[in-house]
């Protein structure tokens, strides 16, 4: 596709349910980021791939989160037992590469987790 | 650690109205600077970027220039339009990193 595309675009959810979020990027990037951005704040970093591998899983908040990136292209990230703490902006971006100081990210949409 | 501040919004001005929004920043190296909008309905997309002091970033009328010595990368335009309200991230990225450090946003509104 022409850009990073998420589904879904909202997601309602009941506290202690599974969750999964799917990450579509654009064709033949080979870093995908994983971001969550809460009511009224910047994004935070979760996850960064680069190709199939977890490069740096540092920003996950904890082990009920999950990502992964089977054939280097799509990327599901995953949360068991969701609770309310985690209604939140998910975000995906991929870029062309390592990032360097001219690479660009480029962002889908996001999906809106609400958890009740 | 690297972190970024912004001024608070929601900054209300009328159209025409030329525009500042403040964005400091601390960082251990020489990052990467950039300015981000967030249309409503739509996703984050990248406005401008600055990879170096001095650097001016520009793109449909914003500017904004990396300045080291006062660790800032305010942006500016001359001249608001109603289709200019939005929300403005500023964000940086250390050049031994890939991780972008944001902002909280700035909410923008201009009106008629």
């Known amino acids: 596709g022409a850009g990073v595309s998420q589904t879904p675009s909202n997601k309602v959810t009941e506290k202690g349910k599974y969750v999964e979020l799917r990450c579509d990027p654009i064709s033949g990037h080979t870093a995908l980021y994983w971001y969550r951005q809460s009511l009224g704040q910047g994004p935070e970093f979760l996850i960064y791939f680069q190709g199939t591998g977890a490069a740096d899983d540092s920003g996950l908040p904890n082990d009920r989160f999950f990502a992964v990136r089977p054939e280097g292209s799509v990327s599901t990230l995953k949360i068991q037992r969701t609770e309310r703490g985690d209604s939140a902006v998910y975000l995906c971006a991929s870029s062309l590469s390592v990032p360097v100081r001219n690479t660009e990210a480029f962002f889908g949409q996001g999906t809106r987790l609400t958890v009740v | 650690g690297n972190s970024v501040t912004q001024m608070e919004g929601p900054v209300t001005l009328s159209e025409e109205a030329f525009l500042t929004i403040n964005c400091t920043y601390t960082?251990?190296?020489?990052?990467?600077l950039f300015w981000y909008v967030q249309y409503p309905g739509e996703g984050l997309q990248l406005l401008l970027k600055a990879t170096k002091a001095d650097d001016k970033g520009s793109n449909k009328g914003f500017e904004a220039t990396y300045r080291k010595e006062t660790t800032s990368f305010h942006l500016e335009k001359g001249s608001v339009q109603v289709s200019d309200s939005a929300v403005y991230f500023c964000?940086?990225?250390?050049?031994?990193?890939?991780?972008?450090?944001w902002g909280a946003g700035t909410k923008l509104i201009i009106k008629p």
């Open positions: 960082a251990t190296g020489y990052p990467s």
């Open positions: 964000a940086l990225r250390e050049d031994s990193n890939y991780q972008l450090i």
